[in-house]
């Protein structure tokens, strides 16, 4: 069956940077596209970024654009997620999913399973 396991996670002062891996298996990796998402208390899961099967097609949410990329590796069957200048509001768990299909996308509908997620604090 598919799994998920997100890794990376952790505390970093505002400015700072981290990147998250998830580790994918039980599939075909390098036929489906790849997206993260995330969650902070009390708000909904919004979109992060998302990554075409074939890696030249990625799409960013608005309030990370510029600042994290997307890539993978499907000689390692993961993703990862490379942030740069964090700030307190990308304080969240991070859940990395796998698309439906081949296409990047930005939907959460388009992701039908997800991993447990690791947690990101940006605090001084």
């Known amino acids: 069956q598919v799994q998920l396991v997100e890794s990376g996670g952790g505390l970093v002062q505002p400015g700072g940077s981290l990147r998250l891996s998830c580790a994918a298996s039980?599939?075909?990796?390098?036929?489906?596209?790849m997206g993260w998402f995330r969650q902070a208390p009390g708000k909904e899961r919004e979109f992060v970024a998302s990554?075409?099967?074939?890696?030249?097609?990625?799409a960013y949410g608005d309030s990370v654009k510029g600042r994290f990329g997307i890539s993978r590796d499907d000689g390692k069957n993961t993703v990862y997620l490379r942030m740069n200048n964090l700030k307190p509001e990308d304080t969240a768990i991070y859940y990395c999913?796998?698309?439906?299909?081949?296409?990047?996308?930005?939907?959460?509908?388009?992701?039908?399973?997800w991993g447990q997620g690791t947690q990101v604090t940006v605090s001084s």
């Open positions: 999913a796998k698309a439906v299909d081949a296409a990047a996308s930005f939907a959460m509908g388009d992701y039908h399973d």
């Open positions: 039980g599939f075909t990796f390098s036929t489906f596209a």
């Open positions: 990554i075409n099967w074939s890696g030249l097609t990625t």
